[in-house]
Every structure is written in structure tokens, then in C-alpha cells.
């Protein structure tokens, strides 16, 4: 079977009004770009250096809210220190409706290398903070959204989260929260390469309705329906962070729009594509509405 190939953004219909939500975490990250990862003992020197608040909750929120032209609520937890103060500040300028959960915990911190040929390394410090059913954040406001992306909470949050009309995550949220919730979703979507997002399908008990494994610029594999193609590149590749989770951005938007299977995963190949050409997450991230 030949694999299914993006759509040029220009085919593409236009995005209705959306509500969507994204539930999942946040880490403070230092991006450092270098010829190439240190080998034991030796001294690097760092062409670029910049200091984000990512992770893949962030990501995927900041993406939508470049899709629709809205501000998303995130809901998230952070530590309640001075590092999480800057990192909502900062995320609140990027486009985010926060629904923090507070914690007497430090917010977690994440070093990432970029080398020569774009690709990313990380290295995360601390504990992932993540909102739980439990917090009294106004998970409401999830039963009145069209699509929800979900990268991390308990299987009380990933309930509540299943009122909105598509629910997709990643397997980061951990197989034994997705067996606890007991809900299916309508996409699970994560690395096919990543030994962390790895699962089998008996794993998965209600089966998501879709799985998406991406590979990178190899494309995927749907499940059902095959493998997919990459799309195009628009330039080299400077900075890998983030484009997976660009690309579920994408995807998660498209199918909250109603679109078919084609459609959505040429929206996600385009915002996978647009965030590999800049420093850090959002340096390029695919605007459609531009505010």
C-alpha cells in the first residue's frame, strides 16, 4: 500500500472557530546549540543559548493558539517558585489561558543540546509537576470544548478531560493512567522511535480509535490505515525540539475541526515542518491566524 501523502497547506479548508484545551506539564529548558554532544571530559563552546518554558503540554498549546488565533487554556501545575512565576508569565505572553495547580515543589527544569544537524538531546532535572482531577482548576470548561490534547495527568484528570467532543495524548501520559481512566481515546499520538512512548496494542484497553507513531522525516505509521508520509521541509533543520509535538498539535486541531484522516495529518506534517526551522519550540511554529 502506498503511504498516505500531506496535502500542500494550501489545499487545505480553512479552520472554523475551534474551543479547544490542552492538560499537561511544563518544564523551564535551556537550549544550547553545539557542533556536537560533549564526549566525557571535554569542554564545549555554546554558538546560541536561550532559556524557554516547554515541555510538551506547552508546545502543543502554544501551536494551537498559532492555529485558531485564541488564547487556549492550559491547565497545568507548576512549583510555586520563582522559576514557576517567570515560566507562567511567560507562557500567559505566548498566547495561554493558564488554570494553574500550585505545588510545594520545585518546577521541573530540562537542559537540552542541539547539534549541527538539528537534533535535540534532553536531559530533565526534577520531578514532572501535573494537575490531577483532584485540583480544583475548572475542568468544566472541558465539557464545552471541540479537542483536548492531553501530555500529563491522573486518570481523575484524563476523565474529566474525555467530556470534550476528541480527546488525543500522548503515550507519555503513562500506560497505567490510560488503563486506570478506562476511556478511549480518539488519538493517541507519540515517537515510534522513542523507547519512552513505546506500547503494544494489547497494552491499551479500550484500543484509541487511532495511533499515530511518528518517525520523523521517514513520516509514520497509522493505526489503522498504514503508513504516511513526511512532508516537506521548509529549510535545514536547525532545532528538532518540539516538532513532534507540533505535529500532534496539528493533528489534534484538524480532527476537532471535523476534517478527514488525510487533512489532519497534513495540518500535523505542516506544524511538525514549520517548528524544525528555528531555535527552541516557537521561534516558527506554523501561524494560520496571524493576531
Do not use: K
Not at 503511504?3 to 499537561?24: I, Q, S
Not at 507562567?88 to 495547580?101: K, T, Y
Not at 527544569?109 to 509537576?129: C, K, S, Y
Not at 480527546?167 to 523507547?195: C, E, F, K
Amino acid at each position: 500500500m502506498e503511504p498516505l501523502v500531506p496535502l500542500p497547506l494550501a489545499e487545505l479548508p480553512a479552520l472554523p472557530p475551534l474551543a479547544l484545551a490542552v492538560v499537561g506539564h511544563v518544564e523551564m529548558v535551556s537550549f544550547i546549540g553545539v557542533d556536537h554532544l560533549p564526549a566525557a571530559g571535554e569542554i564545549l563552546h555554546a554558538a546560541d543559548f536561550c532559556e524557554l518554558p516547554a515541555g510538551g503540554g506547552a508546545v502543543v498549546a502554544v501551536q494551537m493558539a498559532r492555529l485558531t488565533g485564541e488564547r487556549i487554556p492550559f491547565f497545568t501545575a507548576l512549583g510555586d517558585d520563582p522559576l514557576g512565576r517567570r515560566a507562567a508569565e511567560e507562557l500567559e505572553g505566548l498566547g495561554l489561558e493558564l488554570h494553574i495547580a500550585w505545588r510545594e515543589a520545585p518546577t521541573r527544569r530540562g537542559l537540552t543540546f542541539i547539534d549541527a544537524d538539528g537534533e535535540r538531546t534532553i536531559t530533565v532535572i526534577g520531578e514532572r509537576l501535573m494537575p490531577t482531577g483532584a485540583d480544583g482548576l475548572p475542568w468544566e470548561r472541558l465539557a464545552q470544548t471541540d479537542g483536548v490534547f492531553v501530555t500529563a495527568t491522573d486518570a481523575g484528570g484524563l476523565r474529566l478531560a474525555r467530556r470534550a467532543r476528541v480527546l488525543a495524548a500522548t503515550p507519555r501520559l503513562r500506560l497505567p493512567t490510560l488503563r486506570q481512566a478506562g476511556v478511549t481515546l480518539d488519538a493517541l499520538i507519540g515517537s515510534a522511535t522513542d523507547p519512552g512512548e513505546a506500547y503494544r496494542s494489547e497494552d491499551l484497553d479500550p484500543l484509541p480509535r487511532l495511533c499515530i507513531g511518528t518517525e520523523a522525516d521517514r513520516g509514520g505509521v497509522l493505526m489503522p490505515g498504514g503508513r504516511y508520509a513526511a512532508g516537506p521541509c521548509p529549510g535545514p533543520v536547525r532545532d528538532a525540539y518540539g516538532a513532534g509535538d507540533s505535529f500532534a498539535a496539528g493533528v489534534t486541531t484538524a480532527l476537532a475541526a471535523g476534517w478527514d484522516l488525510r487533512q489532519a495529518i497534513s495540518l500535523g506534517a505542516h506544524c511538525g515542518a514549520a517548528c524544525l526551522d528555528g531555535r527552541g519550540p516557537y521561534a516558527t511554529q506554523l501561524r494560520l491566524i496571524r493576531r
